[in-house]
């Protein structure tokens, strides 16, 4: 009995743990991580301020909660295409269009991440860039592979066109609206192509249309 009891109690800590930070990620999204007071998360989830240091000591500990969720949830989707099979230009494709589909799941965390990384303390800031250059190196791997195979223009630099492709699929959270003009499936395939169409190469030999 003793111990079904205390599973319940920690099911139920780690409930409102869940929605501390879902709440959390909601008003940084919303007013940014410096004009959030710890007393607006504590009115979002209908508990004392005091309350609230329950589960956390500091902001900052919401904040990295937030940023390494959404960060570990991208490193998931990227863990799918790093071991599947397929030409560099398929995996690719589906990196691409994993990457915004998850982007597109998870608006508010992606929002936060890109607005407010610069709020976390320096170790915390060093944990999320070693995962991000691992996570930017595959990419720039799978570039050079697809070079090497004639799926990609040679001419292009593998860095530069990472960059460029991240910044087309991480600004998406600035102007996609759930329940707008597009789906998100169709957004996902849809920036994927455009990047492919920017990295292949015609019969020629030359860039692609």
Known sequence: MDEQAGTGGSSE???????????????????????????DIADAVGILKGSLYYYIDTK??????VIKSTHEEGLRQASEWMSMDGSPRQRLQAAIAGHVASNLQHLEG????FQDFPSLGEERRAEIIDDRDFYDRHLRDLIVEGQASG?????????????????MMNWVYQWYRPG????????????AALAMGGLAVTDAGEPGD
């Not at 799926?151 to 910044?167: C, H, R, T, Y």
């Not at 707008?180 to 920036?191: I, K, N, Q, T, Y």
């Open 60 to 65: 900052e500990d919401l904040l990295f909660d």
């Open 110 to 113: 992606v929002g936060v991440f």
């Open 151 to 167: 799926d990609f223009n040679p001419e292009l630099d593998p860095k530069l066109s990472v960059m460029a492709i991240l910044g």
């Open 13 to 39: 800590a780690s409930g409102r743990a869940d929605e501390i930070r879902r709440a959390a990620s909601r008003i940084f999204f919303e007013k940014g991580y410096d004009s959030t007071s710890i007393q």
């Open 180 to 191: 707008g003009d597009w789906d998100p499936r169709d957004v996902a395939s849809g920036l």
